[in-house]
């Protein structure tokens, strides 16, 4: 039986815009029937329409305004000063609007989509031969515990997923932890844990990130991504048994 791929940004965007086939329509109606986290979802994307809409509202409100007309003879040269004029604070407002459709499609990527980017270039060679003794790994995950706050020396182990290290990055000045695993084809997976404040989430949120399966969810004010190959089947499961074992009470 071929599992159902997870609904992307891309496929929500279509179903909001109208565009989307039958097929794709009705698998997102049921799907919102009973998934608050896709609900969630849905509801962000609508909030960013409205952002871009406000942009251009804001834009149009501060462009000139078009230059009254003389009611006197017009010379020929006042004819063109004033049509210049007009000309030119049209232009305004179109480079204006451009600039407001440019700065919000270049607004900064949050967490996740930086980890899916630096994550695509994983290949089962970058971590070839990465792996050290039990000794080295569990000084590691200590020292990533006490920088995070977060106990990770008892990360529970996972069918499917090769354990292979632990590195420390950082995102916006906030340390994050990225914990590498393999799956049993050699496909590179990461566990991603960064501290954002947020309110817990109800559930695990499946997405596709940079074409890579993600399963995302927020705990105890961390943020949690797990991602890898697009179709593999471990995943799921997996994200489950990371949110139960590292965040028991």
Aim: with cysteine; net charge negative.
């Amino acid at each position: 039986m071929t599992a159902t791929r997870p609904l992307s940004d891309e496929d929500l965007c279509l179903y909001l815009d109208q565009e989307a086939d039958e097929d794709l329509v009705a698998r997102v109606e049921q799907s919102l029937e009973t998934d608050s986290a896709l609900q969630a979802r849905v509801a962000e994307l609508k909030d960013a329409d409205k952002v871009l809409i406000g942009t251009f509202d804001t834009l149009l409100g501060a462009a000139p305004e078009m230059p009254e007309l003389p009611k006197r003879s017009i010379s020929r040269q006042t004819v063109w000063q004033v049509c210049g004029g007009s000309m030119v604070a049209g232009a305004l407002v179109g480079v204006g609007l451009m600039w407001g459709m440019h700065h919000q499609s270049q607004s900064a990527p949050g967490w996740k989509a930086v980890v899916a980017n630096y994550q695509s270039l994983y290949v089962t060679e970058t971590l070839a031969g990465a792996r050290s003794d039990t000794e080295t790994t569990q000084a590691k995950l200590a020292q990533l515990s006490d920088t995070l706050g977060l106990d990770l020396t008892n990360l529970p182990q996972v069918d499917g997923l090769s354990y292979v290290r632990a590195q420390q990055l950082g995102f916006h000045g906030k340390p994050l932890a990225q914990l590498t695993f393999l799956t049993a084809d050699g496909g590179p997976v990461a566990l991603c844990i960064v501290r954002t404040g947020k309110p817990d989430s109800p559930n695990i949120i499946p997405e596709v990130l940079e074409g890579m399966s993600a399963y995302s969810w927020n705990e105890d004010g961390y943020g949690v991504l797990l991602i890898g190959p697009q179709g593999e089947n471990s995943l799921e499961k997996a994200a489950e048994r990371f949110r139960a074992g590292l965040f028991a009470t």
